[in-house]
């Protein structure tokens, strides 16, 4: 089994900051991609980042520029740091661990983005 805890989500200001992060425990293991998904209110849940063993990223075009998906494997952790938030960032923010067959998912983390 393999559990993942998301953390950092909040309310915040249009142009602000947040830094999620993902620690994951259990039966992990070092190869997993991971990934940051995120689901906004009446919409399909959808791909924001995700990040290879090997440190390649790749990024939804709508946060290209804003966002930065980084891993700690000594510590079992992936970030995302989230710069120039807009209102439509908003959404419930899960982490994925790409691990066959259907991988493991967080219980996600609220982020606002409101004035």
């Known amino acids: 089994q393999v559990q993942l805890v998301e953390s950092g989500g909040g309310l915040v200001q249009p142009g602000g900051s947040l830094r999620l992060s993902c620690a994951a425990s259990?039966?992990?293991?070092?190869?997993?991609?991971m990934g940051w998904y995120r689901q906004a209110p009446g919409k399909q849940r959808e791909l924001v980042a995700t990040i290879t063993n090997s440190g390649i990223t790749n990024y939804a075009d709508s946060v290209k520029g804003r966002f930065t998906i980084s891993r700690d494997s000594a510590k079992n952790t992936v970030y995302l740091q989230m710069n120039s938030l807009k209102p439509e960032d908003t959404g419930v923010y899960y982490c994925?661990?790409?691990?066959?067959?259907?991988?493991?998912w967080g219980q996600g983390t609220q982020v606002t983005v409101s004035s």
């Open positions: 994925k661990a790409h691990a066959s067959p259907g991988g493991y």
């Open positions: 259990g039966r992990i293991s070092s190869s997993y991609a």
